[in-house]
């Protein structure tokens, strides 16, 4: 195997979803990697190879790289700085009330680095950042540094699913490097060989073999646009099959055929259009407003991204006409057991759950609000103290008179209906019940896109 170069790394807001496994990642590709964030917390537990982030299998990657000292996490952002010759940023942009992304932490990571590079660094934005900001970071570095002497950065936004983050990271649909300067180009290029060489300094089980990866080389502003258009595309598909389901659910198909049907033409396939309660998580709705925003800001009208949103928002309500046609419009004392709290399936986060915003509305009514999740039991509760949260599934099955089902865990698609009392009623956002069984046991329920 060819002899990689193995470059000291920095990752600057290391202990969040995109910053840890990026970091993990790195890592296991052979470079030396520094980890930081202000999360003083989860930098400690990520010490002893633990993490709050949920990711399937990265504590277990996680502790070989410990043992072998191929990792290392802190809470000095000075420190970081000084060890690496490439900083990737992946600290947060949330959305502002205007759809803006909020730019502050980027900057302050930015007036950091303008302060404390004392040798040539190439920073690489990982963070989704509005078009433009490459050219704001670049403006506070020159404020002190000259730019391809001192610094240089770089555009390399990520594709990775939450839940799915290393098997994103070890088999990407794509690497983007956005850069003017050919120095960061090669260097980012470099950097990323032993991924596509498979080439790893502990073993993983995520790499698939002989899939072929793909670099393109941009401009930062070609590929911050990517990025966009990547998230606002894939918030249409989802937009786009919930409107196939409201309408054929009114004049009587049934969604599951409808979807292979049309998955069946090449052009279309069927992935990444299963209908439900919407979008929800920390990406797509914001990355969606972002991109408004800055059609907006240039004077062009997106008609049809702002349609995608509005479905969106729509789409919850479609779920609470649904109960209503249920127990009436009055939902006082009535009990409503939820089936998945977390943004979506396989995930921790609910960060952005519409399953919670649902729960919340619900419990604003006065009904009594059941929720169940397999791996964000914890941090529902957290978010809503009013929703009574069991990870026994039995328990929440039992307490209901309505059993709604939000996303596509498994086990939600596996539920013995023989113990349910025949008298409860099902919701399923997703298409994933057995409907024989439901009738088996007389049981009522609603298909969402199904009549
Ligand atoms: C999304 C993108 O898929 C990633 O490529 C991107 O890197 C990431 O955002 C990001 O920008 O950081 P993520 O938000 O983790 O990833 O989750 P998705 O799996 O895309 O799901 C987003 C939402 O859409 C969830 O609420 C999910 O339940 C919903 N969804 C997804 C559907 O309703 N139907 C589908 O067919 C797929």
Same mark, same amino acid.
């Given at each position: 195997?060819t002899?990689?170069?193995s470059?000291k790394i920095? =990752?600057?807001?290391?202990?969040?979803?995109?910053? *840890?496994v990026?970091?993990?990642?790195?890592a296991?590709?052979?470079?030396?990697?520094?980890?930081?964030?202000?999360?003083?917390?989860?930098?400690?537990?990520?010490?002893?190879?633990?993490?709050?982030?949920?990711?399937?299998?990265?504590?277990?990657?996680?502790?070989?790289? $410990?043992?072998?000292?191929l990792?290392?996490f802190?809470?000095?952002?000075?420190?970081?700085?000084?060890?690496? @010759?490439?900083?990737?940023?992946?600290?947060?942009?949330?959305?502002?009330?205007?759809?803006?992304?909020?730019?502050? /932490?980027?900057?302050?990571?930015?007036?950091k680095?303008? #302060?404390?590079i004392?040798?040539?660094?190439? =920073? +690489?934005?990982?963070?989704?950042?509005?078009?433009?900001?490459?050219?704001?970071?670049?403006?506070?570095?020159?404020?002190?540094?000259?730019i391809?002497? #001192?610094?240089?950065? =770089?555009?390399?936004?990520?594709f990775?699913?939450e839940?799915?983050g290393?098997v994103?990271?070890?088999?990407?649909?794509?690497?983007?490097?956005?850069?003017?300067?050919?120095?960061?180009? !090669?260097?980012?290029?470099?950097i990323?060989?032993?991924?596509? /060489?498979?080439?790893y300094?502990?073993?993983?089980p995520?790499?698939?073999?002989?899939?072929?990866?793909?670099?393109?080389?941009?401009?930062p +502003?070609?590929? /911050?646009?990517?990025k966009?258009?990547?998230?606002?595309f894939?918030?249409?598909?989802?937009?786009?099959i919930?409107?196939?389901?409201?309408?054929?659910? %009114?004049?009587?198909?049934?969604?599951?055929?409808?979807i292979?049907?049309i998955?069946? @033409?090449?052009?279309?396939?069927?992935?990444?259009?299963?209908?439900g309660?919407?979008?929800?998580?920390?990406?797509?709705d914001?990355?969606?407003?972002?991109l408004i925003?800055?059609?907006?800001?240039?004077y062009?009208?997106?008609?049809?991204l702002?349609?995608?949103l509005?479905?969106?928002? *729509?789409q919850?309500?479609?779920?609470?006409n649904?109960?209503?046609?249920?127990?009436?419009?009055?939902?006082? !004392?009535?009990? $409503?057991?939820?089936?998945g709290?977390?943004?979506?399936?396989g995930?921790n986060?609910?960060?952005?759950?519409?399953?919670?915003r649902?729960?919340?509305?619900?419990?604003?009514?006065?009904?009594? =609000?059941?929720?169940?999740?397999?791996?964000?039991?914890?941090?529902?509760?957290?978010?809503?103290?009013?929703?009574?949260?069991? #990870?026994n599934?039995?328990?929440?099955?039992?307490?209901?008179?309505?059993?709604?089902?939000?996303?596509?865990?498994?086990i939600?698609?596996?539920i #013995?209906?023989?113990?349910i009392?025949?008298?409860?009623? $099902?919701?399923?956002?997703?298409?994933?019940?057995n409907?024989?069984?439901?009738? %088996?046991?007389?049981?009522?329920?609603?298909?969402?896109?199904?009549?």
């Open positions: 195997m002899k990689h170069k470059y920095g =990752v600057i807001g290391g202990a969040g979803y995109v910053g *840890l990026t970091s993990v990642g790195l296991s590709i052979g470079h030396n990697v520094l980890s930081q964030d202000l999360n003083l917390n989860r930098i400690n537990l990520l010490k002893n190879g633990k993490s709050e982030v949920y990711e399937e299998g990265l504590e277990n990657i996680l502790s070989d790289l $410990i043992t072998q000292k990792i290392n802190t809470h000095n952002i000075e420190q970081t700085i000084s060890h690496s @010759d490439v900083i990737f940023v992946a600290v947060g942009t949330p959305s502002l009330a205007d759809g803006r992304a909020d730019m502050s /932490q980027i900057i302050s990571v930015a007036e680095l303008r #302060d404390l004392d040798h040539h660094t190439i =920073v +690489v934005v990982k963070s989704t950042v509005p078009v433009g900001a490459i050219e704001i970071i670049q403006d506070i570095l020159s404020e002190r540094l000259t391809g002497e #001192d610094f240089d950065v =770089v555009s390399n936004p990520e990775l699913r839940g799915s290393l994103d990271f070890y088999n990407p649909s794509r690497i983007i490097i956005g850069s003017n300067t050919d120095f960061a180009r !090669k260097s980012l290029k470099e990323y060989q032993p991924l596509i /060489q498979r080439d300094k502990v073993s993983n995520f790499s698939i073999k002989n899939q072929i990866i793909e670099i393109l080389l941009t401009d +502003v070609s590929a /911050q646009m990517i966009y258009a990547s998230n606002a894939l918030a249409t598909r989802i937009s786009y919930n409107e196939i389901a409201g309408i054929s659910e %009114k004049v009587g198909g049934n969604i599951s055929d409808i292979y049907g998955g069946l @033409d090449p052009r279309i396939g069927s992935d990444y259009l299963k209908p309660i919407g979008f929800g998580g920390p990406c797509l914001k990355d969606l407003r972002a925003t800055l059609s907006e800001e240039n062009f009208d997106s008609v049809m702002n349609g995608v509005r479905r969106n928002d *729509l919850l309500q479609e779920v609470i649904k109960i209503n046609f249920v127990l009436g419009s009055s939902l006082y !004392k009535h009990k $409503i057991s939820i089936l709290l977390a943004f979506k399936e995930t986060d609910v960060r952005h759950s519409l399953s919670i649902l729960a919340k509305f619900l419990i604003e009514q006065g009904a009594i =609000v059941t929720g169940h999740d397999i791996l964000a039991a914890k941090e529902a509760a957290e978010m809503e103290d009013k929703l009574i949260v069991s #990870d599934l039995n328990d929440v099955l039992n307490q209901a008179e309505i059993i709604i089902i939000l996303n596509s865990e498994k939600y698609s596996q #013995d209906w023989s113990i009392s025949p008298k409860t009623y $099902i919701i399923d956002t997703r298409g994933i019940v409907i024989d069984e439901l009738k %088996k046991y007389s049981i009522e329920y609603d298909i969402l896109g199904t009549k």
